[in-house]
């Protein structure tokens, strides 16, 4: 009994010894080696979470959020989840917005526009904030002595587009204006600054500058209307209220044939005949990549300068050139 018994394990012995040999024929599945993060990981498998807050949805705030989006997730993966929300316009839910993030405890908040920056600097002074889609961040958190670096928890970028190149934009186009039209919300301060800057280079150029200010959607037809009555041709900075309306401009400004120079392009694209263009991806990349390295710990947010846009095109809308009989100049480029 005991000889029969040394030979059936000494079978099972051969056979298991079979298995692994014929396991080891197949390719070995990949594996981390020990001590390394898998790609796209914190090396310390740390997850985090970033709210995003976005004023209103129009073409050049969905493209800066998603140039963000796509940036961070390059550069952590899986390890970041995110928070989206949109306020469709409206300041106070931009608060809201904000506390329940300040509340719920995320890592990092992405303010997409003015109102959010403004929100968020009053809803937390510990959470990281970065702005997009800013023009400018000391008149938004009213700094004086601006250096270029807010200092705190806030940094980000800044979608100002050179006004003195805008104001030449202008002059090139239209030499034989006399008057210009300045639209405008008034409750955006970002809108108030450009149009302040805008309008002193165009008075040193002899031009007579006018202002018209619209306070919401409710009005800006009328208020197009007037500054069309009075104006030779009208210039529209970088505002999101003129942004999400730009075909109520349009139904203006096309059968009054007066054109519009744009602070950028989504007015452009709607309304206007010519713009100094940014990219709106490119900055909201840029925005991500800032993220990323604040939230691995790469970088210290009170110490990072507010980024601008690397680069800016002269572009010009063909279909709104057309109707208002416009030869855009040389090295312009057609809007897609």
Known sequence: MKKIISIMLALCLAAALVGCGGGASSTPAASTPAGEPAEGAPADGASYTVGICQLVQHDALDAATEGFKDALTEALGSAVTFDEQNASGDAPTCTTIVNGFVSGGVDLILANATSPLQAAAAATSEIPILGTSVTDYATALEIEGWTGTVGGNISGTSDLAPLDQQAEMLHEMFPDARTVGLIYCSGEPNSVYQIEVVEA???????????????????????????????????????????????????????????????EEGICKGCGVATLSISYYDLGYTTGQMAAKILTGEADIATMPVEYAPEVTQKYNAEMCQQLGITPPEGYEAIG
């Open 201 to 263: 280079a165009l008075q040193g150029m002899g031009y007579t500058c006018e202002r018209f200010a619209f306070t919401d959607s409710n009005d800006i037809g009328s208020v197009v209307q007037s500054a069309c009555d009075a104006s030779d041709v009208l210039y529209v900075p970088t505002d999101n209220t003129a942004a999400n309306n730009t075909e109520a401009i349009a139904n203006v400004v096309i059968p009054a044939k007066v054109p519009v120079i744009a602070g």
